[in-house]
């Protein structure tokens, strides 16, 4: 692991700033210091990340990331940025898969850069690919977009000063979705459930022109449900029937609140 | 989880419905929608009727004809219900034809009818 900093001044001392998320060079360890001679080895160096909410993270993770964006670079000719998001990024390695947004106009099939990348690393991955033009809709419009995107970790810089647009015909078909948990609760299984009640929890939250970051959405989920740990819906230990009667509830007047906006046309 | 067969049934015309629903206001707000890659990650209602689809003998052959003509009957109004009540709120474009060609589309999709030789569906 080497890292390359710049020396700035300091009042009694000069320093050399690292970042906080990083792969070794832990606090006590001693380093070796020495000058860049080449300027290209700056540019080589220059692939550090830009943490978006994530507060600590594992060094041996950060490690994994960047081999992981090191293989999809490979697979581009030109990429606008590549998004680590979701559980991978949460303390601890309960993860299932490590999901990536890439944001690229290439045509490159995503089972072919999973597949490498298990084959090489022996971490399953799950790969979107998305032109600039339907992540930049999608993080308007879609509460989804705008959850996984509030902590994350980035290949370059990524200023998040998209303006919402609420289209409601679209939060009806997003919602649609949720319907599924009502008539199915026995078939689901606990992820599945939390997908889908998140899902509509997001939407709910848009509406109210809330902040939307996957702690909010679970605090208002643990809220709402009265679950003193998200882990209950997820492990699928959920009481049935105290949760639907609630569920039902909130997708009915969300529901009947998006048709009135439709009523009334704005979009 | 034993549940009935009619049950069963009930619970998979829901989900097909729901997901025929989703497919025409989809298809009715072209050029709205390029963005639904993330979303598409969430369990579709197509995916779990074929769970319950699974469940419900005959599993692998086509059902009687009582049985198709009372599945796609009650797929249709409520398919018909959901995009009325949409209709009524303001929703444009939707094409309400399409429902019965998805709808049997669906059932052939699901082995619930056979295929008749020489049409689409």
Known sequence: ME?????????????????????GFGIGNYVVIKPVEDENEIKTYANKFYFYSVRGIEPIKIKIISEVMQIICNFFNKYENIFIIGSFLDKGFSFNDMDILII???????????????????IKTHIILMSNKEFIQGLGTD???????????????????????????????????????IDNFDILSGNEKYNLVRNAIAISLYLNSKKISREAVDNEIKKRFGLKDINVLKNNL???KSFLKEYKLMYDKLFAK??????NGSK | MAQNRNKLIELFISNISNSIVHEILEKSMIGEIISDKYRRELTASFEIAKRYREKINPSATPFPETDIVYIKSKIINRVMAELNTRISKGYKNIDLDLVEVLTENAL??????????????
Request: with cysteine; hydrophobic share 35%; net charge positive.
């Open chain 1, 143 to 181: 509460p989804l977009y705008q959850m996984a995107l509030s902590k994350c970790i980035s290949k370059n810089r990524f200023l998040y000063n998209i303006p919402h647009i609420i289209n409601y015909k679209l939060l009806d078909l997003h919602l649609l979705k949720s319907k599924t948990l």
């Open chain 2, 108 to 121: 052939i999709n699901t082995k619930i009818k056979r295929r008749k030789e020489g049409t689409d569906f």
């Open chain 1, 258 to 263: 998006i048709l009135l906006g439709i009523k």
């Open chain 1, 3 to 23: 890292l390359i900093g710049k020396v700035s001044k300091g009042s009694r001392m000069d320093q050399i700033y690292i970042p906080k998320n990083r792969s």
């Open chain 1, 238 to 240: 959920i009481v049935k």
């Open chain 1, 104 to 122: 690229t106009e290439e045509k490159i099939s995503s089972d072919l850069i999973n597949k490498d990348i298990e084959r090489k690393l022996g």
